[in-house]
């Protein structure tokens, strides 16, 4: 073991800077995001640091950094990683999960993290049968490309996808899109996605922060603060609220996938900003509605627990890396990693869309990250 990676503060927020270890840029352009909140893990991986990382993934977690710095994140079915430290046991958005460089090495991180523990009640069990078997997720199981059934969406019907990443988007999967038995541009339907998510995220902070806010103010940060706010103005009958759309939205997600595979889309809403910007207050000039507004390509899966994964696929017109989200259905784990390394394989014969790796020299000349004005804290 190497270590702890950085993160945003109690791993709230994807821009991963804070009051005690400073900002983490990214290894392509160190003024610009890493993403988070795994961002540390994510930048690790891609300098080589560390051949394997773990990460958390509520918003996109696992998945933003991995997009963000040309590596590979999971976000696998709740309980498919046993979590004995969350606070509300039975909530589902939180998961633990792998991160690598390639979907094979992330897979034999992930056959060292499943488990049946009766510690996370989501990790449910039968008796006298192991449910979640390590050797079932070791490597990567094998798929025809040209059997999927295969639903690509730039946002879901509801996020916020600035013009250039729709753009990168349409261009990258019509580099290969042809290969699969049906390529369709469609969405489940994600109605009240924003509300639920923003109403449920606030009762997991809620349930973790509200002490530390009210006793101890001064030593927490402006997304915590904010989190825990914003969930003391929920009542009882917003939260039902929530819950409804989210098993709506849950329903939905069901019926799509009686004739798709998996979904593609981008996994993050916009290119990296400048890690300064604590996080995007607008989108092509359109206010964000919360500061995780922009992760809203990665919370459309958290909130129906599918399993999703980010696989790098060249560079976007910025030069910098572009994250291809799959989406597989629901308990379909195995399909997502095994359609992930296909096309991992697939896409690495060409440079438009192979894993992008960062100049190391380049960032050894460059000026220490630690000598910028605002490099600590969150102003």
């Not at 392509?28 to 690790?44: C, E, H, I, R, T």
């Not at 046991?89 to 999960?97: D, I, R, S």
């Not at 290969?176 to 639920?196: L, N, Q």
């Not at 992930?340 to 220490?368: C, F, I, M, Q, S």
């Amino acid at each position: 073991m190497l270590g702890k990676t950085n993160t945003p503060e109690w791993g709230a927020g994807a821009n991963t800077r804070n009051g005690v270890y400073g900002a983490t840029g990214n290894p392509f352009d160190p003024s610009l995001s890493a993403a988070g909140s795994s961002g540390g893990s994510g930048v690790a991986l891609a300098c080589g640091m560390v051949p394997v990382a773990t990460g958390s993934d509520t918003g996109g977690s696992l998945r933003n950094p991995a997009a963000y710095n040309g590596i590979v994140g999971f976000r696998p079915t709740p309980g498919l990683v046993p979590n004995e430290k969350k606070p509300l046991g039975w909530a589902a958005l939180g998961v633990l999960g792998p991160m690598a460089r390639t979907v094979p090495d992330l897979c034999l991180l992930l056959s060292t993290m499943v488990g049946d523990d009766a510690g996370d009640p989501l990790a449910t069990t039968i008796e006298g049968r192991q449910v979640r078997r390590p050797e079932d997720f070791a490597v990567p199981g094998a798929v025809d490309l040209a059997s999927l059934r295969v639903a690509l969406t730039p946002d879901f019907g509801f996020a916020p996808t600035e013009k250039h990443i729709r753009a990168v988007f349409a261009e990258k999967t019509g580099l290969f899109r042809h290969v699969f038995a049906r390529a369709e541009d469609t969405t489940p339907d994600c109605a009240g996605a924003d509300e639920s998510f923003e109403v449920l995220r606030a009762l997991s902070f809620l349930a973790g922060f509200h002490e530390k806010v009210r006793d101890t103010p001064d030593q927490v940060g402006p997304n915590v603060r904010a989190n825990v706010e914003e969930g003391l103005g929920y009542s009882a009958l917003d939260v039902v609220r929530a819950m409804k759309l989210q098993m709506a939205m849950y329903k939905s997600w069901q019926g799509f996938f009686e004739s798709h595979d998996v979904i593609l889309a981008p996994a993050v809403t916009l290119s990296p900003r400048p890690w300064t910007e604590l996080y995007p207050a607008e989108i092509d000039g359109v206010p964000t509605r919360t500061y995780f507004h922009w992760l809203a390509l990665a919370y459309a899966a958290t909130l129906v627990g599918h399993p999703a994964i980010s696989l790098p696929v060249g560079l976007d017109h910025r030069g910098m890396p572009f994250g291809l989200q799959i989406v597989g259905p629901r308990g379909g784990d195995a399909k997502v990693l095994a359609v992930a390394a296909a096309l991992e394989r697939l896409l690495a014969g060409d440079p438009r869309t192979a894993r992008p790796v960062p100049d190391l020299a380049k960032l050894k000349a460059a000026v220490p990250l630690r000598e910028s004005p605002g490099f600590m804290g969150f102003g």
